[in-house]
């Protein structure tokens, strides 16, 4: 199979990383960003709504991209993606705020699904797996670049990051340049696909591919949430816990890179189960007052994250019909952004940060070792 250039795989990734950065883009300015929009409380929806948003338009992405085909999709959800995205600076009250959050959730899930359905089209086998994994690893550093400029432009004046959504039509005019338009896979592709589909089945079905990309997107994503109101009662300054949070995604990028010979080495299963004992382990370090072991943690559930969601996201390709393969991965995104909505209710389970970390550890011990012991799907 012909693959893409130099230019169109950087404009892939680069449409890869607006996946993260919708939500985490206001992050740093939130407190400025919420008051300058008119919402006076339940400010964290501004960075949640997005989530729940791609959950329940997801399936309607995924019809859309089988029907009329992946790359149309992409541009229109490009180009509504920075629309929608800067508009909400002329927004103001909870009402059309959140409206707008909401809707631009749906349209990530557009951009994500159409962007995995176009590297499944223009790779195959173990180029699809070191692309899907260079795309994990470009969504995380999406989030360091964007946290960073996010944090920047918001002491510069609040609405400033909201104009980084137009990136995506820097991004849409890449695509149009440097990706073209291909056609429907040859027999010998679609043969080699279900050649590789069959020599994975015996690793999870589709649904529990789904089940397990809930279950590490809350188990990670958890640690975003609650890390920063444990380290601010360790006294870690904003400054420090910012670095902490990047230092994770910097893991992740790395871990994603190596995922590709880890799966080689060993089944698809192993590591995933590699990936889950990492995510206990680092919560159990997350309870420590050390920064050393603080540092550790992070590593850890860096290692957790790129050993995971890259390799989640592969197996759906591989495990999809050709046909239906933008419905499969819209359910992907559905089980990656059900996970992120999830942690924003940890902060109400009983007993604070402590309990929920302690949860955290024993679930993914739980997974880790059902993924080492689950009979093999027939």
């Known amino acids: 199979m012909s693959s893409l250039k130099t230019a169109g795989n950087f404009t892939l990734l680069c449409i890869a990383s607006l996946t993260i950065m919708v939500g985490t883009l206001l992050a740093p300015g939130l407190v400025t960003i919420a008051d300058g929009l008119g919402i006076q409380s339940n400010s964290v929806l501004l960075i949640t709504l997005p989530s729940l948003g791609a959950v329940v338009f997801a399936p309607l992405a995924g019809r859309l991209i089988d029907k009329y085909g992946a790359y149309p999709l992409l541009i229109i959800g490009l180009f509504l993606y920075g629309l929608v995205g800067a508009c ?204 050393l072991i603080l540092v550790l943690g992070a590593l850890l559930i860096g290692i957790g994250f790129g050993f995971s969601i890259p390799l989640l996201n592969h197996m759906t390709v591989e495990l999809s019909p050709e046909n239906v393969r933008g419905r499969n991965l819209s359910y992907f995104t559905m089980a990656v952004f059900s996970g992120q909505f999830f942690t924003s209710f940890m902060e109400y389970i009983p007993g604070g940060e402590h309990n929920v970390f302690i949860i955290c550890s024993i679930l993914s011990a739980v997974v880790a070792i059902a993924l080492l012991v689950k009979p093999k799907a027939h």
């Open 88 to 291: 909400a600076y002329v927004l103001h009250g909870p009402t059309l705020v959140f409206i707008n959050r909401f809707a631009l959730g749906g349209i990530t899930a557009i951009v994500m699904a159409s962007c995995t359905v176009l590297i499944s089209t223009w790779y195959s086998g173990e180029a699809r797996l070191n692309m899907i994994a260079k795309q994990g690893m470009a969504i995380e550093l999406g989030g360091v670049i964007f946290l960073f400029l996010g944090g920047v432009l918001a002491s510069m004046y609040w609405g400033l990051p909201l104009a980084l959504y137009l990136i995506a039509w820097v991004f849409l005019a890449m695509l149009l340049m440097f990706v073209p338009r291909k056609q429907q896979l040859n027999a010998q592709n679609t043969e080699q696909t279900q050649q590789i589909k069959k020599s994975n089945s015996n690793a999870l079905t589709l649904k529990g591919v789904y089940i397990v990309s809930t279950l590490a997107m809350t188990i990670f994503f958890t640690s975003t949430v609650l890390l920063p109101i444990t380290l601010h009662a360790l006294n870690f300054n904003e400054s420090e816990i910012g670095q902490l949070l990047a230092f994770i995604s910097l893991i992740a990028v790395f871990t994603a890179g190596f995922m590709p010979k880890a799966t080689k080495r060993l089944s698809e299963k192993s590591v995933l189960a590699i990936a889950f004992f990492a995510f206990g382990l680092s919560y159990l370090c997350f309870m420590q007052s050390s920064t």
